[in-house]
Each structure stands twice: as structure tokens, then as C-alpha cells.
């Protein structure tokens, strides 16, 4: 167990619909990154959070949106799925200056 | 944006070889990181580097930041069917409440028993 918790493990829904995955960072880390790995990629930067601030966002779709909770936990909302979308979603977290920590990720499939 | 350029993109070795991979970037960053992802599974921190030059050893691992702070290599010595996966490079800079890395695309792995 890393400490960083991604939920759910699984998820498979229709093209159009609209999904929610959720992150709880290790404890006492700040920062949240969310990272979009489709098959046989690397790493795609979606976006980044610091208690509860926006503070960096890489190639997100505009269909894709994120929050950081008062508690620190995370959300990633995908919304008008296309098939493309089918990828594992990482949650990563870090204290400044330390390298990631990342959840086992959640295997979207879009059907 | 900075970018990484992680080679060679896979390797096919038989066990007991050594391996070298590295990352080299247009830009200059203030850490190195190693991570390896098992199939399936979130990328595991393996080795991380804060200073230019230096030379940090994890087990069978060994990674250096580059002098120029603009590379870092990671070699495997005497691999086993275990250091199967894919290994990413990172580069972070040390900005307040930052601290985002760029990771390069992988070097796949296989070692052959």
C-alpha cells in the first residue's frame, strides 16, 4: 500500500456518460497530480493541485475537471466520455521537493 | 514546455545482463527521479537524485544526475525476470509549492530467463 488510495479500481460506462474518479494523497502531502496513461503511452500531466489550489494543468481536455478538497482529497470528473478516453487514470502526491507517490490508478473503459 | 527524451524506448535482454537507459532534456532541472511501473500497477519510486553529479545506488540499481543537470542515467547490473516493467525518468524543479515533474515516455524492459 503506497498511501495514496484511488477509487474505484474498475469502472466501465457508455460513450457520452459522465464518470467521477477519487484520490486520498498519502498523509501530509499537499500536492495532488492526476496523470492519464493510455495503452502503451507514457505519462500524460492532466493537472495539478496544492492544498486545495489549481497550480499547474498540462494537456486537459476541456471535458475533464478536477477539485481538491478541504480535506486534500481529490476528484477528476469526465464528462461526454468518447471511447478515446479509455486509459488508466494515476493520482500521485508528494511533499516539496520529493519525488511521487502514486495510487494503483483506475482503469477507465469507455464502451 | 521542457521536454525528456528517454532512450531506448525497450530493451530485450537475457537475464544477467546489465542494462543502461537514460533521459536527457533541453533544460536544466534540480532533481532526477527513477520510477519503475509493473503491469497494471502505479510507477514505484526507485531512485531519486537532488545535486549534479551525484551517483545514488539502490540494490542492483545505480542512477547519476548529470553534471550539466540536463541527463541522468539509470543502470541495472546482473538483471533477473523481476526487472521486468516499464522505467521512467522525471525531472522536477524545486519551486515553491510546485514541485511538478515531467516524465519521460519509459524504456520497456524484458529480460529473458
Known amino acids: 500500500d503506497s498511501g495514496v488510495t484511488q477509487t474505484p479500481k474498475h469502472l466501465i460506462t457508455a460513450t457520452g456518460q459522465r464518470v467521477t474518479l477519487r484520490c486520498s494523497p498519502r498523509?501530509?502531502?499537499?500536492?495532488v497530480y492526476w496523470y492519464q496513461q493510455s495503452l502503451d503511452q507514457g505519462l500524460q500531466f492532466l493537472i495539478q493541485y496544492y492544498n486545495g489550489e489549481e497550480r499547474a494543468k498540462g494537456n486537459i481536455l476541456e471535458r475533464f475537471s478536477a477539485q481538491q478538497f478541504p480535506d486534500l482529497h481529490s476528484e477528476l470528473n469526465l464528462s461526454s466520455l468518447e471511447l478515446g478516453d479509455s486509459a488508466l487514470y494515476f493520482c500521485?502526491?508528494?511533499?516539496?521537493?520529493?519525488?511521487?507517490?502514486f495510487g494503483s490508478g483506475t482503469r477507465l473503459t469507455v464502451v | 514546455g521542457q521536454q525528456l527524451n528517454q532512450s531506448p524506448q525497450s530493451m530485450f535482454i537475457q537475464e544477467g545482463e546489465d542494462v543502461s537507459m537514460n533521459c536527457t532534456s533541453s533544460?536544466?532541472?534540480?532533481?532526477w527521479l527513477w520510477y519503475k511501473q509493473d503491469p497494471g500497477e502505479g510507477p514505484v519510486l526507485l531512485i531519486a537524485?537532488?545535486?549534479?553529479?551525484e551517483l545514488t545506488s539502490n540494490g542492483r540499481l545505480t542512477a547519476q544526475f548529470g553534471t550539466t543537470r540536463k541527463d541522468s542515467f539509470l543502470n541495472i547490473s546482473a538483471s533477473i525476470p523481476s526487472d521486468v516493467g516499464i522505467y521512467f525518468c522525471a525531472g522536477q524543479l524545486r519551486n515553491f509549492g510546485a514541485g511538478k515533474s515531467t516524465f519521460g515516455d519509459g524504456t520497456t524492459l524484458t529480460v529473458k530467463p
Open positions: 537524485l537532488y545535486k549534479a553529479g
Open positions: 533544460s536544466i532541472f534540480n532533481t
Open positions: 498523509s501530509g502531502d499537499l500536492s
Open positions: 500521485a502526491s508528494n511533499r516539496r521537493g520529493e519525488g511521487y507517490t
